[in-house]
């Protein structure tokens, strides 16, 4: 177990990929409570098939999965050049941004696009409409599916127009948009 500062998540996942002396680390948000394996898996998958292409592949660049479903892959190399020289809070608080942007000027960042654009959805627990879409989710799926998977999720809110408005007013990544304007 590793408790590092609370305002500088970049340093912890610095140090924590020193302490496991990682060479690849995965970034997920502990906001979004419908994450899917198989997107994870996919993700992990692509970025493994092409390390020698890649030192960073997401699913966000562009997004076509649902705000929620992010996932991030990265060298220990990349983080480790992102932990020495990142200075802005967006960087140090958001932790791959500078990482991104360094992928991207070698031609070395990678995306896994989704079977379609669902990037308007938002899976995230941020608001209390949020969780109202997440505790409907889990009371309506969990009870007979207990590994419904995001294709689930999907089905299910596209069931009814009504789901689609819980949690619609409100856009893709707000807090990272935040961060920059501050």
């Known amino acids: 177990m590793f408790r590092g500062s609370l305002d500088n998540v970049l340093s912890r996942f610095w140090h924590v990929g020193q302490q496991q002396q990682a060479d690849v680390l995965v970034r997920l948000t502990g ?3 419908l994450h899917d394996p198989a997107v994870i898996d996919t993700v992990v998958d ?3 098939k092409n390390t020698k292409e890649y030192d960073y592949v997401s699913n966000v660049l562009p997004p076509t999965y649902p705000d929620g479903l992010d996932t991030e892959v990265f060298t220990f190399e990349s983080l480790d050049g992102a932990y020495q020289n990142a200075t802005s809070t ?12 360094g992928a991207l000027d ?19 627990l941020d608001e209390k409409e949020d969780y109202e879409l997440i505790r409907q989710v889990f009371e309506d ?21 009504e789901r689609l408005e819980i949690n619609a007013k409100y856009t893709r990544n707000e807090g990272l948009h935040l961060s920059a304007c501050h």
């Open 46 to 48: 692509h970025f493994l």
């Open 106 to 124: 070698r031609g070395r960042l990678g995306n896994v696009s989704g079977p379609s654009d669902f990037s308007h959805l938002r899976w995230t």
């Open 31 to 33: 906001d979004c409570p």
């Open 141 to 161: 799926l969990y009870p007979s599916k207990e590994d419904f998977g995001w294709l689930d999720v999907l089905a299910w809110q596209t069931q009814k127009k």
């Open 90 to 101: 967006i960087d140090i608080e958001h932790v791959t941004p500078y990482i991104r942007k």
